[in-house]
């Protein structure tokens, strides 16, 4: 199982980036993805999920919703991460993560524990 995030980079606030997220060694119609970010000093976060392996819907943390939006090609085997009107705060090196079965995208983001398997994280830099 592996998961690998790209797409991060130096971008203006109000700027966009979208990140993609690579699945191989499983389908993701069998487990929910989240993402997550850490910030320089700070704890890693979770910024949103998606429940790829039932209705494709999706959860966000307020500090981002109506900003960001998850989606998955399921085809592809790829989640992606789309960042609109970022700002300073949203620079973190930002991960996804597979949910374990039996935790699932529903109305939150399952904590650290209810993943089971992380991508190396890329970094996402907005300058002010």
């Known amino acids: 199982v592996q998961l690998q995030a790209s797409g991060g980079g130096l971008v203006q606030a109000g700027g966009s980036l979208r990140l993609s997220c690579a699945a191989s060694?499983?389908?993701?119609?069998?487990?929910?993805i989240g993402w997550f970010r850490q910030a320089p000093g700070k704890e890693r976060e979770g910024v949103g999920c998606?429940?790829?392996?039932?209705?494709?819907?999706?959860y966000y943390v307020d500090s981002v919703k109506g900003r960001f939006t998850i989606s998955a090609d399921v085809a592809a085997n790829t989640l992606y991460l789309q960042m609109n009107d970022l700002k300073p705060e949203d620079t973190a090196v930002y991960y996804c993560?597979?949910?374990?079965?039996?935790?699932?995208?529903?109305?939150?983001?399952?904590?650290?524990?209810?993943?089971?398997?992380w991508g190396k994280g890329t970094l996402v830099t907005v300058s002010s």
């Open positions: 998606i429940s790829s392996s039932r209705d494709g819907s999706t």
């Open positions: 060694g499983f389908t993701l119609d069998y487990y929910d």
């Open positions: 993560a597979r949910i374990r079965m039996g935790a699932y995208c529903l109305g939150r983001i399952p904590d650290y524990y209810g993943m089971d398997y």
